[in-house]
């Protein structure tokens, strides 16, 4: 059995209307199905958990952002249950990074006719003493933390979001950022190898190399076991970040002498000062975190890779 999650408030409405238009397909008629509307923030998270429950023959389809599909695998307490993705939302950075492309009726006919779902390895974090929690697509802490708070709060997101352009929010937030953001003073610990970091704009970690709607900030990242890549943004000029964030759609900013790209098995993030992260796409605040890929994969359907 199919079985759908919607965020209908994900990509401005896209995801309901996204839904919608699939209820007329002939594959949604043929399916055996049944969807569930998110009513609110962590109700897919819910709804995953209590599907969990009972795995067997069933695979959930997702229609929704970043922000869905994060909650959706967060509920999940077993990787039994393959998940299909049709993405909806606005950056859709988790779609880019498992290959998801073509529209929906063509997604959802690959999620039922593929029989080879691609092996896909989330992250783990977990922050000061809190309990364990997953990541799809990336955590970062610093800069790109403060620009994704920045752009979530902004009366600009809904617009460019509704008219296509959800980077450009990303953009306007970058400057407003710059501005006057602080640089970081945190330890690193890498494979349990202490790094001390003084003036550090940014340490990044993800899945896949996708981020804000399509920036390549870790170009290496491929999906894969037991690795996290790692990008680190050293001190730099205010100036410098700039140049330096115009080469980052095409991955080229690795190149700057001040960003360091590296790789270790868990990573750990400590300050004594607050610093604020984010996980995929949504921000807060923590004093350390302890990071690690997950031991099982789970299956993603709808994939053509
Ligand atoms: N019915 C609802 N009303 C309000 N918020 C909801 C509802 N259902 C889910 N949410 C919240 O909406 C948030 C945003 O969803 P999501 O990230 O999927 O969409 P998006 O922001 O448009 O896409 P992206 O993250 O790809 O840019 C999620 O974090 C989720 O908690």
Not at 88 to 93: A, P, T
Request: hydrophobic letters at 35%; a positive charge.
């Amino acid at each position: 059995m199919y079985l759908f999650i919607i965020n209908p408030k994900a990509g401005s409405g896209r995801a309901k209307r996204i839904f919608s238009d699939l209820q007329k397909s002939k594959s949604y008629r043929q399916m055996d199905s049944k969807y569930y509307f998110t009513k609110h923030e962590g109700h897919g998270e819910e709804i995953a958990k209590e599907i969990s429950k009972d795995p067997t023959g069933k695979t959930i389809i997702v229609i929704g952002g970043d922000g869905t599909i994060h909650e959706v695998i967060n509920g999940l307490t077993t990787t039994d249950i393959p998940i299909g993705f049709i993405p909806g939302g606005s950056g859709n950075d988790f779609a880019r990074g498992c290959g998801i492309k073509g529209k929906p009726e063509q997604i959802l006919k690959q999620i039922i006719d593929y029989k080879h779902p691609l092996i896909y390895w989330i992250g783990n974090y977990r922050q000061d003493d809190k309990e364990e929690r997953d990541f799809v697509n990336s955590i970062g802490f610093g800069f790109d933390a403060e620009i994704a708070k920045k752009a979530n709060k902004s009366c600009y997101k809904n617009f460019f979001n509704m008219i296509g352009l959800g980077t450009v929010s990303y953009v306007i937030a970058l400057l407003q950022v710059l501005i006057f953001f602080k640089p970081m003073t945190v330890t690193l610990e890498l494979d349990g190898e202490k790094k001390f970091l003084q003036n550090c704009w940014m340490v990044s970690i993800g899945n896949h190399p996708y981020y804000g709607g399509g920036m390549k900030i870790i170009p290496n990242a491929v999906v894969q076991p037991n690795v996290l890549p790692i990008l680190i943004l050293h001190t730099i000029s205010k100036w410098k970040v700039l140049a330096l964030f115009m080469t980052v759609f095409f991955g080229k900013h690795a190149n700057y002498k001040e960003v360091e790209v590296l790789e270790a098995k868990t990573m750990k993030i400590a300050s004594e000062q607050p610093i604020r992260f984010q996980v995929d796409g949504q921000t807060d605040i923590c004093h350390s975190s302890m990071i690690k890929k997950q031991e099982e994969p789970i299956k993603i359907k709808g994939s053509n890779t």
